[in-house]
């Protein structure tokens, strides 16, 4: 009962964007509605030292990993509004757009997350290794 601490799945630590490595430090230095500093990335996790820009040029895929879910995303949004809520077309891409807009960090800041958690292994020791 003493080591069952918190052990954090790999979709929270994705949604929550921790570090994949040790699932605790946080990949941004600030809250993703906090508008301060939205892009802003430590260089290294601050719990287990994990690098969070392992390669040059290693963020231009999270680029494609935001791309998919936006083409998807603004396919159905706009799609489900005409079809099924029967909105104008006008109507849905101004929604969208206003959507789009809010959302646009923490959009940046997912994909980072989960592209990041595609290529760094969970390790569970790696809080004690340092
Ligand atoms: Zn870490």
Redesign the pocket.
Known sequence: MDKQEKNRGVLSSIFLM????????DLFYTHTFSYSRPTEMPD???????SFSPEPGFWFGAMFVSYIWMAWFCLFFVGGGILIAGMSVNGAFALLIVICAIFYFWIFRISRSMWIHVYVKYDPF??SKK
């Open positions: 921790k570090c994949p490595r040790c699932r605790e430090g290294k996790c601050e719990i287990c030292k994990q790696a809080k």
